[in-house]
């Protein structure tokens, strides 16, 4: 399974991304979906997670401002951020559990500029 995931880039300070992520097979049941995300020097942290029935978490530094969700359809994670701040400037990961492995992308990067 292949993780593609898109929709970084440079954003100012009070702006909005959205980020997409696409599984390339359906061939093992899926769990979750998760959106992480890996600051320069620090750990990888979870932004938000979804479960195939559609039961979001947030992390708290973003559960005001963010909205996760997925098409089991398109095989597909979406996450939305709005009043983005510099400190969410990270590399943004999605990862999907499924029930033979979890799998990841390749990372899209999001810079906030205050």
């Known amino acids: 399974v292949q993780l593609q995931a898109s929709g970084g880039g440079l954003v100012q300070a009070g702006g909005s991304l959205a980020l997409s992520c696409s599984a390339s097979?359906?061939?093992?049941?899926?769990?979750?979906w998760g959106w992480y995300r890996q600051a320069p020097g620090k750990q990888r942290e979870l932004v938000a997670s979804?479960?195939?029935?559609?039961?979001?978490t947030y992390a708290d530094s973003v559960k005001a401002r963010s909205t996760i969700s997925r098409d089991n359809a398109k095989n597909s994670v979406y996450l939305r951020l709005d009043a983005l701040k510099p400190e969410d400037t990270a590399v943004y990961y999605c990862?999907?559990?499924?029930?033979?492995?979890?799998?990841w992308g390749q990372g899209t990067q999001v810079t906030v500029s205050s």
């Open positions: 990862n999907l559990v499924t029930d033979r492995d979890t799998y």
């Open positions: 097979t359906t061939t093992y049941n899926r769990i979750a």
């Open positions: 979804i479960t195939s029935g559609g039961n979001p």
